[in-house]
């Protein structure tokens, strides 16, 4: 069970807009610790999609977006396409664990 | 941009110990962060530590300590991870992720870049 509370799953048509919502608690996302936002593919490594919020690695396309408020944080796609379809996890630290941690993370399915 | 191979899959019995490398090319490996992450089968991301190769002394979460070790050689710009004492719950796809430069916040850590990725395989 993680300190990041993720969705388990989500779905979308190709061409549409679907959020990722990431709950955390003052011990990490509240005490203003930066989230970051991951995608895994099947059969590929994990590539970093958003880090400290809204910022986007170069390569990242701009249909996707981050924000954050309070204890949680938020991941938009728009414009789905089909090769969207994989995993997607946050992550930050915890003070209380005292290290990094992972969302269970939330499965896309692009219908 | 610098690119990490890891070396190739591994199967293992039960209660052996793993050891998987991870080769940075580039020549920032000495002061970036190198982490292990592993996804075990139907399961979520999990973090198992990291170093900074330059200061040594790496950083473990309570649930691997005394059970993992991650060292680096920076001579060679080659990370490990040893996973000792292992089950078939151990059974994951290991990666090596980096991560540095500026703009980077050593608390919260993100992973900037990822190795292939090494299959344990742990059975008897």
């Known amino acids: 069970q993680s300190v990041l509370t993720q969705p388990p799953s989500v779905s979308g048509a190709p061409g549409q807009r679907v959020t990722f919502s990431c709950t955390g608690s003052s011990s990490n996302i509240g005490s203003n610790y930066d989230v970051h936002w991951y995608q895994h593919l099947a059969g590929t490594a994990p590539r970093l999609l958003i880090y400290?919020?809204?910022t986007r690695p170069s390569g990242v396309p701009d249909r996707f977006s981050g924000s954050k408020s309070r204890a949680s944080a938020s991941l938009v796609i728009t414009g789905l396409q089909p090769e969207d379809e994989g995993d997607y996890f946050c992550?930050?630290?915890?003070?209380?664990?005292?290290?990094?941690?992972f969302g269970g993370g939330t499965k896309l399915t692009v219908l | 941009q610098v690119q990490l191979v890891q070396s190739g899959a591994e199967v293992k019995k039960p209660g052996s110990s793993v050891k998987v490398s991870c080769k940075a090319s580039g020549d920032t490996f000495s002061s970036h962060a190198i982490n292990w992450v592993r996804r075990a089968p139907g399961q979520g991301l999990e973090w198992m530590g990291r170093i900074i190769p330059m200061f040594g002394g790496a950083t473990y979460p309570q649930r691997f300590r005394g059970r993992v070790t991650i060292t680096a050689d920076e001579v060679t710009s080659t990370a490990y991870m040893e996973l000792s004492g292992l089950t078939s719950e151990d059974t994951a796809v290991y990666y090596c992720?980096?991560?540095?430069?500026?703009?980077?916040?050593?608390?919260?850590?993100?992973?900037?870049?990822w190795g292939q990725g090494t299959l344990v395989t742990v059975s008897s």
């Open positions: 992550q930050t630290y915890d003070r209380s664990l005292n290290g990094l941690v």
């Open positions: 400290g919020e809204n």
């Open positions: 992720a980096g991560g540095g430069g500026p703009g980077y916040d050593f608390w919260s850590g993100r992973f900037d870049y």
